[in-house]
C-alpha cells in the first residue's frame, strides 16, 4: 500500500488508486468534471490538476497511479493558477443562460466556478452554438452548453450497454450526437444525473420547478423487486421527481428510467373517495361508513368458504398483515399475494428468494437464467450482471426466450427440457457450472408462473445442488421477483391457509359461483373478467381493472403517500416514507382495513397505530425487525416433483414502460412506449 504526502500529511491508501482518490480519502476535494467513480477514466477536461513534486507541470490527478513516496499540493498557487485557466476554457462557449437552466440550484459547473474560477474572462470572440439533439421522451438538449466531458458516452457504453451516443468532428467543431436516434435504454434517466452541466436535462420536468422548492424525503421504489433507493421530492401535494439515493448493495447510485420518471402518474385517475354501486349497476360517490355497511351487507352469512382475498404487487407488509388477520377473523383461509399463479410457496425462505444478494453477482463467475429477461424485470440486477459481465470469465447461460440483455449470452433452449437435462448433467453448459466456483442461477417468473411452476422449480434446486451452487459462504439459487410486494407477502404467509383457495383457485370459484365475495387490495394484473358475480371489494389508489370491476371501491394510498415496510427480492426489508398526503378521502391501506373490523369482523384488529402493526409484522416473522439486512437463509426442500409442459419459458413483461397501474397512468411511459415498445411490436408483428 502506498504512502503519499498530501499537503504536508502522510497518508497511506490502497493498491490501485489514482492520485484523485488519495486526496479525496485524505480528506482534499479535488474539483473534477470528467472523472465518475463508476465509469472509465477519460481525463479530458483538466479540472482536477494537482502540483506534483519534481513534475514539470500540473497534473491531471485522475490519470496518475497513487505511487509510494509522491508529494502533492491540492492548495498551491500554481494549482489553483492552473485550475483558473482550465475554467476559463470551458466557460468560452458556454451560454450564460443560468437563470433559465434546469440545471441551476445543482450545476457543478456553477459549483465550480465559484470555488475554483477567475472572476472575469479575457474572451472576446463570438460563443459558438451547437444544435439540439434527438434523444427520445425523456432527455431534454441544450448541446451549447456541453463542456465534452464524454460522461453520457462512457455511461452509455459502459453500464447501459448502448452504444448509441458518441463524438463528431474535432477541437473545437466537437459535438456529442446519437445520431438523431433516441436512447433506446431502460437506464438512459441516469445520464441526467452525471452530466455536470445543463447539457442533458430531464424533459418530463422541464421548467417544473426549482431544486430548493422541493421537499425531499428518502425512500425505497416499488415499480419491481428490487426495492432500489430513491429520494421523492414534492411540492405541496405533487410528487415532482424521483432521483436515485446511493446504496452500494442494491443499486449503487443508479435507477431506471420507470422507477424515475412513472411518478407523474401518481396524478392521474386517482382514487380519492370511496364508492358505492348503485341498484342500476352505476358506481356513486359515497362515506366511509356507507361503504363499509356495503361491505359488511355482503358479508352478512358469508361463511368462510365463500370469501377469498388478493392482494396486488405494490402492497406493502402492513396492509397484507391487516388483511390476512381480517380473512382470518372471517374464517377464510382463501387468501394469495401471487395474483400471477407463481408456484413458490413459504416452506422454505432460500427457495423464494435472491439468496447470492444483488452485491454477490460480483463474487460468481457463471450464470444460468430461466424463463427470465432481467433487463425488463429487475434492470438494477442487469446492469450488474453486465458490470460483472466486463470483468471478463463470466459466461451466462440462458434458457427462455432470446433477448438482449446488453452483454454476451450462449442461449442453450426454450424451456423445461433443456433445464431438466441441465439437471441431470448433460449438455455444453454443464461442463461451464461444473467448473465454476461460484455459479449461479437466477430463476423468473416466466419459468414459475406456469401451471408446471412447481416441478420447474423442483428442478432449478436439483440444478443448484448438483452443481454445488448451495454451500459454506454462497448461494447461488436465486428467484427473481417482478412484484414489490411478493417477498413480504411470503414472509407474512399471505398465502392459502388450511384448505383454502390459492389465485387459480380463487378465480376459478368466483367464476363458478362458488365464492360470493373477493376483496382486491390492489389487484390489478389477472382476468378481472374471470370474478364472475361475486361481490368485489377493490381497495387501491388508481382506477385501474379492479377499481372498473368493483362493488364498492375504498381509496387507499400509493407508495409515495405513507409510511410503509417492503421486502425486496433478496429479501432485505426497507421502508418507505410518506412524501406526500394522498388525495382527498384516501387513507394508508392498513388503517382502513382496521376501521373496516370494527363492521364486519367479530373483533377489530388488535392494533391502532403504525408502531403497533410493525410489532405485529415482527411477531408473524422475525425477519422485519432486521431493516436493511439480509439474512441467510436456511437450505431445504422445496418445489414439487412431477411432469412439466413441452411449452417454452414465456416473459411476465412485454412492456417494461407499462406494467402497473401508476406507470398505466403515467403520461411520460406512454410516450416511451409509443417511441421503444411499438416499433418493435409492429416489426416483430407481436403484442403485449
Known amino acids: 500500500m502506498p504512502t503519499l504526502t498530501i499537503n504536508g500529511k502522510d497518508v497511506t491508501v490502497p493498491d490501485g488508486v489514482n492520485v484523485l482518490q488519495a486526496c479525496e480519502l485524505a480528506g482534499f476535494e479535488i474539483p473534477r468534471f470528467c472523472y465518475h467513480e463508476r465509469l472509465s477514466v477519460a481525463g479530458n477536461c483538466r479540472m482536477c490538476l494537482v502540483e506534483m513534486e519534481r513534475a514539470p507541470k500540473p497534473i491531471a490527478s485522475c490519470h496518475m497511479p497513487a505511487q509510494d513516496g509522491m508529494t502533492i499540493w491540492t492548495d498551491s498557487e500554481k494549482t489553483r493558477k492552473a485550475r483558473r485557466g482550465v475554467m476559463e476554457f470551458l466557460l468560452i462557449n458556454h451560454p450564460l443562460d443560468c437563470p433559465i437552466c434546469d440545471q441551476g440550484g445543482e450545476c457543478d459547473l456553477q459549483d465550480q466556478a465559484m470555488a475554483y474560477g477567475f472572476d472575469r474572462s479575457r474572451f472576446t470572440e463570438n460563443k ?49 450526437s446519437t445520431l438523431e436516434k433516441a436512447i433506446d435504454s431502460e437506464l438512459s ?56 439515493r446511493l446504496h452500494e448493495d442494491i443499486n449503487e447510485e443508479w435507477i431506471h428510467d420507470k422507477t424515475r420518471h412513472a411518478c407523474d402518474g401518481l396524478g392521474r385517475q386517482r382514487l380519492d373517495r370511496p364508492y358505492v354501486r348503485n341498484d342500476k349497476g352505476r358506481l356513486e360517490e359515497a362515506t366511509w361508513d356507507e361503504a363499509f355497511q356495503a361491505i359488511a351487507g355482503a358479508l352478512k352469512g358469508k361463511k368462510g368458504q365463500k370469501i377469498a382475498a388478493l392482494a396486488g404487487d405494490l402492497c406493502d407488509a402492513e396492509s397484507m398483515l391487516a388483511l390476512k388477520d381480517l380473512m382470518r377473523g372471517l374464517g377464510s383461509a382463501n387468501t394469495d399475494c401471487r395474483q400471477d399463479g407463481a408456484k413458490v ?82 449438455g455444453a453448459f454443464a461442463e461451464v457450472l461444473k467448473s465454476a466456483e461460484k455459479p449461479m442461477v437466477i430463476v423468473g417468473m416466466g419459468a ?26 454462497w448461494n447461488g439459487f436465486n428467484v427473481l421477483h417482478t412484484a414489490a410486494a411478493r ?8 398465502l392459502p391457509g388450511e384448505g383454502g383457495r390459492d389465485t387459480t383457485g380463487i378465480l376459478d370459484g368466483a367464476e363458478k359461483g362458488e365464492l360470493d365475495f373477493v376483496y382486491l387490495l390492489g389487484a390489478d394484473e389477472f382476468d378481472i373478467g374471470r370474478l364472475g358475480k361475486a361481490f368485489v371489494v377493490y381497495q387501491g389508489h388508481h382506477g385501474d381493472a379492479g377499481a372498473h370491476r368493483a362493488d364498492v371501491i375504498l381509496p387507499g394510498a400509493a407508495y409515495t403517500e405513507k409510511n410503509a415496510t417492503y421486502v425486496n427480492t433478496e429479501g ?33 384488529l388488535p392494533y391502532d397505530n403504525l408502531g403497533e402493526v410493525r410489532q405485529k409484522l415482527i411477531e408473524a416473522a422475525t425477519t422485519f425487525a432486521a431493516v436493511d439486512q439480509v439474512p441467510e437463509a436456511g437450505w431445504g426442500e422445496f418445489g414439487q416433483a412431477g411432469e412439466t409442459d413441452s411449452a417454452p419459458f414465456g416473459l411476465p413483461i412485454t412492456n417494461f414502460y407499462m406494467t402497473d397501474p401508476i406507470s398505466r397512468n403515467s403520461e411520460t411511459m406512454a410516450r416511451c412506449t409509443e417511441a421503444f415498445v411499438l416499433p418493435k411490436q409492429k416489426a416483430t408483428g407481436t403484442h403485449g
Request: a neutral charge.
Open 345 to 426: 410457496d413459504a416452506a422454505c425462505r432460500a427457495g423464494y428468494l435472491f439468496n447470492t444478494s444483488i452485491a454477490g453477482i460480483e463474487d460468481a463467475d457463471a450464470c444460468l437464467l430461466v424463463g427470465t429477461n432481467p433487463r425488463a424485470e429487475a434492470a438494477m440486477i442487469n446492469a450488474r450482471l453486465r458490470k460483472r459481465f466486463l470483468r471478463g470469465d463470466f459466461r451466462v447461460g440462458v434458457i427462455g426466450e432470446p433477448v438482449d440483455l446488453t452483454y454476451e449470452v450462449e442461449h442453450l433452449g426454450a424451456g423445461p427440457e433443456t433445464l431438466k437435462e441441465l439437471a441431470d448433467g448433460k
Open 189 to 244: 434517466g441516469n445520464l441526467v444525473d452525471i452530466c455536470p452541466v445543463g447539457a442533458l436535462t430531464s424533459l418530463p420536468y422541464a421548467f417544473a420547478a426549482r431544486p430548493w422548492e422541493l421537499r425531499k424525503t428518502p425512500s425505497v421504489d416499488v415499480m419491481d423487486a428490487v426495492g432500489s433507493n430513491i429520494r421523492v421530492d414534492t411540492r405541496g401535494r405533487d410528487v415532482m421527481r424521483v432521483l436515485p
Open 128 to 176: 459558438r452554438a451547437v444544435p439540439e439533439k434527438e434523444m427520445g421522451p425523456l432527455i431534454k438538449t441544450i448541446m451549447t452548453r456541453c463542456i465534452h466531458c464524454t460522461r453520457c458516452i462512457r455511461f452509455a457504453a459502459e453500464v447501459a450497454g448502448v452504444e448509441s451516443i458518441g463524438a463528431l468532428y474535432r477541437g473545437e467543431h466537437m459535438e456529442i
Open 572 to 604: 432485505r426489508v426497507q421502508l418507505g416514507r410518506l412524501a406526500a398526503n394522498p388525495p382527498g378521502d384516501a387513507r394508508e391501506d392498513w388503517a382502513i382495513l382496521r376501521a373496516l373490523s370494527d363492521h364486519v369482523g367479530k373483533k377489530p
Open 487 to 494: 417477498v413480504g407477502g411470503l414472509d407474512l404467509g399471505f
Open 448 to 473: 414459475l408462473s406456469r401451471p408446471d411452476g412447481a416441478a420447474v422449480l423442483h428442478h432449478a434446486r436439483r440444478l443448484a445442488e448438483t452443481y454445488g451452487m448451495v454451500g459454506d459462504g
